[in-house]
């Protein structure tokens, strides 16, 4: 089995101690396929609601893999971007990133982000979206 890119959106929940998603975020973890990007950290970070809770997510540097992120994936997100505004489909560049660095890496991405099904069919990256 694959790894998985869980973007910011499941670890809200998973922290938040929500089902199903904390099950299926910890299940992740325990099978060692939960693989993270600078970007989502980076999320999680501002949105610590504790020192404890900053703490613990800046743990991630240590117990999971991050994507690569170079200046050839942060350009294939801007281009991408640019691409859906001009369809009419605005994505930020934080998801188009996530989505092309998913790809690259043959990760699937596990989110309960709507955009990430106009991703899914835009950059061909396998898509969980979570209710």
């Known amino acids: 089995m694959g790894k998985v890119l869980v973007d910011t959106s499941a670890w809200i929940e998973f922290f938040r ?11 992740l973890v325990d099978e060692d396929r939960v693989c993270c990007a600078g970007i989502i950290l980076g999320e999680l970070l501002q949105g610590a609601r504790s020192d404890k809770e900053l703490e613990v997510l800046k743990d991630f540097l240590h117990v999971f893999e991050f994507v690569p992120e170079t200046p050839v994936l942060w350009e294939k997100a801007g281009e991408l971007s640019f691409a859906l505004r001009r369809k009419g489909e605005p994505v930020g560049l934080s998801d188009c990133f996530i989505a092309v660095a998913a790809r690259e890496c043959d990760a699937e991405i596990l989110s309960l982000d709507k955009h990430f099904w106009i991703l899914k069919k835009e950059v061909r990256v396998a898509v969980t979206r979570l209710k």
Request: aromatic share 10%; no cysteine.
């Open 17 to 27: 101690k929500k089902e199903p998603y904390h099950a299926l975020v910890l299940g």
